[in-house]
T-cell receptor, first 116, second 113 residues
Framework: GAVVSQHPSWVICKSGTSVKIECRSL??????MFWYRQFPKQSLMLMAT?????????EQGVEKDKFLINHASLTLSTLTVTSAHPEDSSFYIC????????????FGEGSRLTVL | GENVEQHPSTLSVQEGDSAVIKCTYS??????FPWYKQELGKRPQLIID?????GEKKDQRIAVTLNKTAKHFSLHITETQPEDSAVYFC????????????FGQGTRLTINP
């Protein structure tokens, strides 16, 4: 199957700093990637849809100026949490879809962010 | 938009027994229904999926059924084993361009030896 890799797998930062998370499709090209957030013991909530070469589409309630998404190539999307606060601490997971409308999504390993 | 409801939130069964998890969805246009297994701190793993043109799909001990009229689908695990213990998520989406998965709330399944 297709492989999606995320980095870093975990990060601890101080309140007010920014953190960048990378999501790479290793063996396929992904024009679209998705960013999810998962709080402890909760479900995955879609934050935004990342489109290669264009602006990301954010879900209702997600601040686009706080969660900056850049999809500069067909294999890389980045999520930057700006001015992080403790309430931003969460598990962030990206996913990518194979071309051809198969429906199946491939998930990255996830990145656990802890903001002190 | 799509809304997916999943029940139960927790399920405990004896090893060897069957487990059933149920989901309902709201958008009649949804046509793709995957199930994911997630272990603590890990990424979700696709275990089975079904498209709206079929009513049932089976893969060894795992099966999924879909009732489009009632807008609900279910996961069935037979002959459960301790390694089946995990959190299971159902999801629904429309396969059309960039599809967005909407997840259910999750079911924590515990298999008791």
């Amino acid at each position: 199957g297709a492989v999606v890799s995320q980095h870093p797998s975990w990060v601890i930062c101080k309140s007010g700093t920014s953190v960048k998370i990378e999501c790479r499709s290793l063996d396929f090209q992904a024009t679209t990637m998705f960013w999810y957030r998962q709080f402890p013991k909760q479900s995955l909530m879609l934050m935004a849809t990342s489109n290669e070469g264009s602006k990301a589409t954010y879900e209702q309630g997600v601040e686009k100026d706080k969660f900056l998404i850049n999809h500069a190539s067909l294999t890389l999307s980045t999520l930057t949490v700006t001015s992080a606060h403790p309430e931003d601490s969460s598990f962030y997971i990206c996913s990518a879809e194979l071309a051809g409308d198969t429906g199946e999504l491939f998930f990255g390993e996830g990145s656990r962010l802890t903001v002190l | 938009g799509e809304n997916v409801e999943q029940h139960p939130s927790t399920l405990s069964v004896q090893e060897g027994d069957s487990a059933v998890i149920k989901c309902t969805y709201s958008d009649s246009a949804s046509n793709y229904f995957p199930w994911y297994k997630q272990e603590l701190g890990k990424r979700p793993q696709l275990i089975i999926d079904i498209r709206s043109n079929v009513g049932e799909k089976k893969d060894q001990r795992i099966a999924v059924t879909l009732n489009k009229t009632a807008k609900h689908f279910s996961l069935h695990i037979t002959e459960t084993q301790p390694e089946d213990s995990a959190v299971y998520f159902c999801a629904a989406s429309i396969i059309q361009g960039a599809q967005k998965l909407v997840f259910g709330q999750g079911t924590r399944l515990t298999i008791n030896p």
